[in-house]
Every structure is written in C-alpha cells, then in structure tokens.
C-alpha cells in the first residue's frame, strides 16, 4: 500500500532539514539533497510502521498545496538559504519487508 506525505526540505549550511507537518514533530535531514531524500523515505516509512505495530491510526494526508512550510523555520526558529515542499511516497509493507 503506498502512502503519501508532505515533506518540507530546508537547505541549511550543513546539509538538509526535513519536516513532516502532517506527523507532530517528525524531521529527519540529510548531508546533501539525495540524503536527505533517502532519510525523508525511510524516516516516513519507518514512523508509518511503527504507528501501525503500535495500533495507533495513521492521520490523512495533507495536500501539498495546503501545507505552510515556512511556518516551521518561524516556530523553530532556524536559519535557511532556500526551501521546497515535496510529496514523499512509500510503499511501507514493503520497506518493512526489506529493512525490519
């Protein structure tokens, strides 16, 4: 089953910061965009998988377009250069299958 998220990437002077606003708090980053790309994937599919192991509901998924992304530099207060918002995809059955 493939599931879909906004994510929010942030270039900053060591790499990149990543945000799901759809999950409270849930970030992961990267030394370079393809990293950070990769840690976005697995840090989704891998929060997923544990919502679903710990019986807790997986929340619907926001559209891109209704996602604020500079909301998060203002609430944590970080220094960026530029940001994106991307939609990451995971199939998490099968991410499981490989990777737990």
């Given at each position: 089953m493939l599931s879909s998220f906004p994510a929010c990437f942030f270039k900053e002077e060591n790499?990149?910061?990543v945000f799901f606003s759809d999950f409270d708090g849930l970030a992961?980053?990267?030394?370079?965009?393809?990293d950070a790309l990769y840690?976005?994937?697995d840090c989704l599919a891998g929060y997923i998988h544990w919502l679903w192991?710990?019986?807790e509901e997986v929340p619907a998924s926001s559209s891109i377009e209704d996602i604020d992304p500079l909301k998060i530099p203002k609430e944590l207060d970080f220094a960026?250069?530029?940001y994106f918002a991307k939609?990451?995809?995971v199939d998490v059955m099968e991410y499981?299958?490989?990777h737990f």
């Open positions: 790499g990149y910061s992961t980053c990267g030394s370079d965009l393809d840690m976005a994937i192991e710990d019986g960026y250069t530029e939609m990451i995809s499981a299958k490989e």
